[in-house]
């Protein structure tokens, strides 16, 4: 089995900042890409941002210069520090991991349980 675990969520004024981590465990061969994405009431989930395994980042418009992905492959985790935050950040934001488990030949999307950000005065 495999695990991803967020934390870090919460309610924040405009303009403030917050910080989310998402750790993956279980028995794991190697992760591709990880990321997060986000999802507001009646919306479609959308990229908040992803890293490669070798530290190439990938953002959503609306967050470019404002949010920072940062990985560490040794502990498995991401983070991803978020400033300038506005209402419409708010949403669940939901870690994803592109993971090869032990005994498999192919990658398999996982997501975490997702964690709310809420942003207003």
């Known amino acids: 089995q495999v695990q991803l675990v967020e934390s870090g969520g919460g309610l924040v004024q405009p303009g403030g900042s917050l910080r989310l981590s998402c750790a993956v465990s279980?028995?794991?061969?190697?992760?591709?890409?990880m990321g997060w994405y986000r999802q507001a009431p009646g919306k479609q989930r959308e990229l908040v941002a992803v890293?490669?395994?070798?530290?190439?980042?990938n953002y959503g418009d609306s967050v470019k210069g404002r949010f920072t992905i940062a990985r560490d492959n040794a502990k498995k985790t991401i983070d991803l520090q978020m400033n300038s935050l506005k209402p419409e950040d708010t949403a669940i934001y939901y870690c994803?991991?592109?993971?090869?488990?032990?005994?498999?030949?192919?990658?398999?999307?996982?997501w975490g349980q997702g964690t709310q950000v809420n942003v207003s005065s």
């Open positions: 279980g028995w794991i061969i190697s992760i591709n890409d």
């Open positions: 994803n991991a592109k993971v090869r488990q032990l005994g498999r030949d192919s990658f398999s999307d996982y």
């Open positions: 890293i490669t395994a070798g530290g190439n980042t």
